[in-house]
């Protein structure tokens, strides 16, 4: 069984930064791959960065490429998610996901949610 707790999210004004945090507790080889996705209100889920912890390789949506960077801490079980220059359009409750490979449709695991709100 894996658990993955989220902290950090807040609220910013534009052009300030935010980092998320995800600790994987339980089996964390089961969390080998892991992703941020996020989700405004009237709109769908959208992925928003991916790492696969063990290749360290990453990923992004082209709306947050470089703005946003996804890092893990490997002792700690925890990966990251720096959020630079944040937009309004960045408002949204961020997820944190993982899953044992990064080939599959849909991930296993889900955190609880943290809202991270832009406005001034």
């Known amino acids: 069984q894996v658990q993955l707790v989220e902290l950090g999210g807040g609220s910013v004004e534009p052009g300030e930064s935010l980092k998320l945090s995800c600790v994987i507790t339980g089996t964390t080889s089961s969390g080998n791959c892991m992703g941020w996705f996020r989700q405004a209100p009237g709109k769908e889920r959208e992925g928003v960065a991916g790492?696969?912890?063990?290749?360290?390789?990453?990923h992004y949506a082209d709306a947050v490429k470089g703005r946003f960077t996804i890092s893990q801490d490997g002792a700690k079980a925890t990966i990251y998610l720096q959020m630079n220059n944040l937009k309004p359009a960045d408002t949204a409750m961020y997820y944190c996901?993982?899953?044992?490979?990064?080939?599959?449709?849909?991930?296993?695991?889900w955190g609880q949610g943290s809202q991270v709100t832009v406005s001034s």
């Open positions: 996901a993982a899953d044992l490979t990064c080939d599959r449709p849909e991930f296993a695991y």
């Open positions: 790492i696969d912890r063990g290749a360290g390789r990453t």
